[in-house]
Every structure is written in structure tokens, then in C-alpha cells.
């Protein structure tokens, strides 16, 4: 099956090689190539992908016709509300006027009420910071008592420690035991 056409080449040396290029049923590989590509074409044709193809872009075409088609509708729609914007903005003048008169009055209104709600708060403020200075100040007071207290308890120890020895405590260790008999 494998048969072969002997393809000839020349190398350096001047020698005749002779080379087989493989082929079954009489076709070598770059005929199968071409032989596949006639396939794929005819199934192309045969399934009718061409007019498949055509009518995917004429339907594409017919929506893009349709979609410019209602631009224009929207934009005519556009430009006539536009006119009319501009007919009801001549007539609102007179009405901005007012209403920006109504505003100034409205924000004085505001900026005399903004005012009397800071003086109240600042006030407010400081009684806080009057309490929290008193606490501040309690809080020192007490943690200055603390250290008081405690330097005065190492005081009373150290003196305690240097003017008690151990047959002092022997005496007071005896009474405490002699005492444990008694009822109270």
C-alpha cells in the first residue's frame, strides 16, 4: 500500500540520493491537503453557510435601520421638548426673582437661628468642660491621697522593720498562740 516515488537529491558531494515520499492509494500528503479542503468547501456549499452568512447581515442591517430609524423619532421628540424647555424658561424669570428674593429671607432666617444655636452650644461646651476639669481635678486629689497613703504605709514599714527584731516577734508570736485557747 505504502508505495513510494523516489524523489532525487543532490548533495554536497555530488552524490545522487534518492529519497521515497509516502503515499497511499497513489496520493502523496499535499494531495490529502487538497483532497480535505474540497471537502470542507463542498460541506460549506452543501449546508448553504453562504446564504446562512447573508441572511445573519441582512438581519443585522434591518436592526440597524430600525435603531436609526427610532434615533431620529427620539431626537425630532428631543428637539421639540427642547423649544418648549425654552418657551417655559423665558416665562419662569419673573418667577427665579422671587424665589431668590424668598431665599435671602429664608437665609437670614436660618444665619440668625445658626447663630443662637452656637452661642448655646459654646455655652453648653464650657459647663462640660467645667465638669470635666472638676472631675480632673477630684481624680488628682484622690490619686494624690493614694500616693500620700502609700508613702506613709512604706514609712511605718521601714521603721517598723527597723525597730522590731525577732524576739519581739517571738513575744508577740507566743501571746497570739496562748490566746487561741481562750473564747472571746
Sequence with gaps: MAEGHPIEAVAQTGVVEVHHEPVAFGISAPGYVALSMLVVIGIILWKKVPSMIGRMLDAKIATIRHDLDEAAKLRAEAEAQLAEAKTRNAASAGDAAAIVAHAEAEAKQLLAQAEADAAELVARRAKMAEDKIGAAERL?????????????????ATIIAERHDADADKVVVDRTIAGLGRPN
Design 140 to 156: 488628682a486629689i484622690s490619686e494624690v491621697r493614694a500616693k500620700a497613703a502609700d508613702a506613709a504605709a512604706r514609712a511605718a
